[in-house]
């Protein structure tokens, strides 16, 4: 019961109140109850499949809430322990528990990601998707989902390195897979909102890729879908966290195009709704820290354009309404892959 509050409180990656401090202090409650039962009893598999999910919660919300990679790693690692000690009492639960194994090895691809690690995340990621074999998936009761999962993945990894072209084929497939699903099932949350994030991702492999207009398109789409997944649950944080961030996809093709008044408005508009969440979770520096990249976005539309002032208003707004200097000089809090951050520097000082 511990750990379904903490879902509801601020799981990642699921619909939730937004309260994530309370959530941890609900995930690690659980955690230690059930480090009871397994001392008591290590061969109880239900336990220990709980406490992979518990574990692996744990690791997301200090990947990304947090930013303690140390910290994730602990968890994600005594969830690996977990799996193989499950799987080798070859039970009724093994099956779920060999589930369990392959997303804590797409855990493990985000701490690498946050740690900036993508060549180790690319080579790990490229041996697990050719390990997907239909024996492989027939042995986990079906594993496609875990293919499309893997290969949203790999694209993200390999955008990271600046390698779109190849990241195209992955996102294809998961973007076939994920509408397939929603044919059959057209109001699940978790496939729509993957196919959000694989539009998304496919805006930018096509901007590396030279084809803005596929990027634009995508784009679109990934904006579409954030909006019909707040609208069917409004009280969902991710909702306006997830438009705010496909918005900042449509930015970035649109300024690629060359229409900066179209990324500016999509700019404009992602940042009114993060200053929402902000306003009502004000403790929270994960939705202070998305504000502050959209300034950093604002930027970079700008300076590409040729001007930096409208994006100087937008940063005096933030400025003016939070207290935020200190994040603006804080790199874990501002992802800097092109740059922008000097730009805010040069052009914006406080």
Not at 147 to 165: D, K, P, T
Not at 184 to 194: A, G, K, M, R, S
Not at 206 to 233: C, E, P, Q, T, Y
């Amino acid at each position: 019961i511990t750990s379904r509050l903490a879902d509801l409180y601020g799981g990642v990656g699921i619909a939730n109140l937004g309260e994530t401090e309370v959530s941890r202090q609900l995930f690690l409650d659980a955690k230690a109850s059930l480090d009871e039962v397994i001392k008591r009893n290590p061969a109880d598999t239900v336990a220990i499949a709980e406490l992979i999910m518990v574990e692996r919660m744990l690791t997301m919300q200090y990947v990304h809430h947090l930013r303690d990679t140390a910290t994730a790693r602990v968890h994600n690692t005594r969830g690996f322990e977990l799996a193989e000690a499950g799987i080798a009492l070859k039970d009724s639960n093994e099956q779920k528990i060999l589930r369990h194994k392959w997303s804590l090895r797409t855990d493990l691809l985000q701490i690498l990601e946050r740690e900036r690690k993508l060549e180790e995340a690319a080579s790990l990621v490229t041996t697990w998707r050719a390990e997907m074999t239909p024996e492989m998936s027939e042995r986990m009761g079906g594993g496609e989902e875990m293919a499309a999962y893997l290969a949203m993945q790999h694209a993200g990894i390999l955008i990271g390195l600046n390698r779109g072209a190849e990241a195209l084929e992955p996102l294809d497939f998961a973007i076939t897979f994920r509408t397939g699903a929603l044919k059959e099932t057209p109001d699940n949350y978790y496939h729509l909102t993957q196919l959000m994030v694989a539009h998304g991702e496919r805006s930018s492999a096509s901007i590396l890729a030279g084809d803005f207009g596929a990027a634009a398109a995508h784009a679109d789409l990934a904006v579409d879908a954030s909006r019909r997944i707040m609208a069917a649950n409004p009280q969902d944080a991710g909702g306006p966290e997830g438009i705010a961030a496909m918005l900042q996809k449509r930015a970035t093709a649109q300024s690629a195009s060359g229409n900066a008044p179209a990324a500016q408005a999509a700019l404009d508009e992602a940042a009114e709704l993060l200053e929402g969440l902000i306003r009502q979770f004000p403790d929270n520096a994960f939705y202070e820290s998305n504000l502050l990249h959209v300034g950093a976005h604002a930027v970079s539309v700008d300076a590409a354009a040729g001007s930096t002032a409208w994006s100087c208003g937008l940063i005096r707004e933030i400025r003016s309404t939070f207290d935020v200097d200190a994040r603006l000089a804080d790199a874990e809090f501002i992802p800097d892959r092109t740059g922008v951050q000097p730009l805010i520097d040069a052009n914006c000082p406080g």
